[in-house]
Nanobody, 121 residues
């Protein structure tokens, strides 16, 4: 089992920045690729970003490329999502996920509870 706890969400004006954190506990963090997903009201959950176990490979949704950066600190068992130039359409509940492979789909084994990000115009 891996437990994931997200933090860092909140209310920010358009153009602002937030950094989300996801702290993992349980099994060895370095064995898992990590992903960030988001779900806006009335919409399906969508892929945002993912990072390989070693941190050497990352993937991003086209909608966030160039604005968001995913990173991880394996010594701290934490994955981050730095979000810059936020837009109102980035408003959603953001979830982190852990799995054995880096994928852009929902095929992750473990999920956090989510943290709300609200971007005002």
């Amino acid at each position: 089992q891996v437990q994931l706890v997200e933090s860092g969400g909140g209310l920010v004006q358009a153009g602002g920045s937030l950094r989300l954190s996801c702290a993992a506990s349980g099994r060895t963090f370095v064995n898992y690729s990590m992903g960030w997903f988001r779900q806006a009201p009335g919409k399906e959950r969508e892929f945002v970003a993912a990072i390989r176990r070693s941190g050497g490979t990352t993937y991003y949704a086209d909608s966030v490329k160039g604005r968001f950066t995913i990173s991880r600190d394996n010594a701290k068992n934490t994955v981050y999502l730095q979000m810059n130039s936020l837009k109102p359409e980035d408003t959603a509940v953001y979830y982190c996920a852990a799995g054995p492979y880096i994928v852009t789909t929902n095929e992750y084994n473990y999920w956090g509870q989510g943290t709300q990000v609200t971007v005002s115009s």
